[in-house]
């Protein structure tokens, strides 16, 4: 029988391969197997029918020595602790990647958002604040939105926290509206960035995107955007899928058209009709015909039991952990190349990483310039992570853990252990 699934044990698997092909000791990295902080709470929030329901919330600080904790935060039925641990982590590895100066942090609420009315939602979001307020801050933990939150939430966030805090403070969050002080480019910028690393992946295989066909599992924002902007840049969208089910056109779906369908609250793609659109399972959509597949949902999607069939002969990740440990020694006996999560997804924290600079520096720049700083970012990661894969005959993603465990080492031993 297979052992369930867990998300954190997943880390730690890739972890500790990377750290043995690097030859590191268990004392350099022993502290990376367990998060710095973990945070606890109980949101109680008054319904609209007056009843009071009460809420588990979390925050995670997996690692804080590269800089403040950074990460999101999602509401959904599946957040617990392992889930929100391994999230945090990631975002260690990520900015560790990407090479900017935060460490990784998570936080998340157990709840079925579909559930709530816009004023529960804004309760539980303000509860939540007030009780991780004492350990975020700008210069200590920003969160960000994650699956099912946004930038209202976001504005929330900040809102509760200055007020608690009696101070204006932007930067302890990012994601916001622009109007509030987020970024212009952050909306899409995960999305992008599954794009140019789509887009790196392809070339460097010989290959031009109007040869690929691509299926995304997601349209949410990562997956949605990551679709309409890799349809504008070349690609042939063949495939799309949300929770309700998805969709298929062999010449490729109207990316635009979509995008503008579902956002119209309670749309779902199930309901969607076309031209030439026939409706498939989400399960379909993984195993598709398709060169390229973006999973871009939810962690665990890509398994031992359907790995085997994905038909696609590149993976770009564009959700956190949808590949399983088992599943990726199966897609690399296959030759499947991955773009991992850590990687591929960057792009949100990147930009994030500027919407912080410029609320500290109260001074914002032009989109050209959020969009060209992420591309040379993004590049710059890609190729660093694809010389070390080439360079120990590993996959990207042991060749994109080499690299961040290089620089936490790094960090933790100049820093050294405090008592
Ligand atoms: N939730 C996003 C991620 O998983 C963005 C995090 C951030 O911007 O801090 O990368």
């Known amino acids: 029988m297979t052992k369930a699934y867990d998300p954190y044990e997943n880390m730690l698997h890739v972890m500790q391969t990377a750290a043995d092909t690097l030859g590191l000791k268990d004392s350099d ?26 809420f588990d919330g979390y925050r995670v600080q997996h690692s804080t020595l590269r800089g403040p904790a950074k990460g999101g935060i999602r509401f959904h039925p599946n957040v617990d602790m392992q889930e929100v641990k391994a999230l945090a982590a990631w975002m260690s590895i990520k900015c560790a990647i990407a090479d900017i100066p ?43 939105p994650d699956v099912n939150t946004n930038g209202q939430t976001m504005a929330w966030i900040m809102d509760t926290y ?16 622009v109007e509030i002080g987020g970024s212009v480019g952050r909306t899409e910028a995960t ?48 495939a799309l899928s949300d929770i309700s089910g998805g969709i298929y056109k062999e010449s490729g779906l109207d990316t635009r058209e979509i995008a503008e369908y579902l ?24 195993s598709c015909k398709c060169d390229l597949l973006v999973p871009a949902a939810m962690e665990n999607q890509i398994t031992a039991s359907n790995a085997e069939e994905v038909r696609a002969h590149m993976i770009v990740e564009g959700a956190n952990g949808p590949t399983t440990t088992e599943a990726d020694a199966i ?27 410029q609320n500290r520096q109260m001074y914002y720049w032009e989109e050209e310039e959020v969009n060209d700083r992420l591309q040379q970012k993004m590049l710059h990661a890609f190729e660093q992570v694809y010389k070390v894969a080439k360079k120990y005959k590993v996959s990207l993603r042991q060749g994109a853990y080499m690299i961040a465990l290089q620089r936490l080492v790094a960090a933790s031993r100049m820093r050294g252990i405090f008592l």
């Open 29 to 54: 990295y022993e502290i990376f197997k367990y998060p710095e902080r973990e945070l606890k709470v109980s949101v109680p929030v008054t319904m609209d029918n007056g009843t009071v329901r009460v």
């Open 102 to 144: 935060y460490g990784g942090g998570k936080g998340g609420v157990c709840v079925d958002v579909q559930q709530l009315s816009e004023g529960e939602l804004e309760r539980l979001t303000r509860g939540y604040t007030a009780r991780i307020a004492p350990i975020i801050g700008e210069d200590t933990d920003i969160p960000a």
């Open 162 to 177: 200055s007020k608690v805090s009696g101070q204006y403070t932007p930067g302890v969050v990012t994601g916001k509206p």
């Open 191 to 238: 999305g992008r960035g599954v794009m140019i690393c789509a887009h790196e992946m392809v070339e460097r295989e010989g290959l031009a995107a109007s040869q690929c066909k691509v299926a995304v599992q997601g349209a949410g924002n990562v997956g949605m955007t990551a679709a309409r902007l890799m349809q504008e840049t070349g690609f042939t969208i063949v």
């Open 263 to 286: 956002s119209v609250k309670g749309r779902l793609l199930r309901d969607y009709q076309a031209d030439g659109v026939t409706h498939i399972t989400n399960e379909q959509v993984l």
């Open 331 to 357: 897609l690399a006996d296959k030759g499947i190349l991955v773009v991992p999560d850590v990687l591929a997804n960057s792009g949100g924290v990147i930009v994030s990483y500027f919407e912080w600079v």
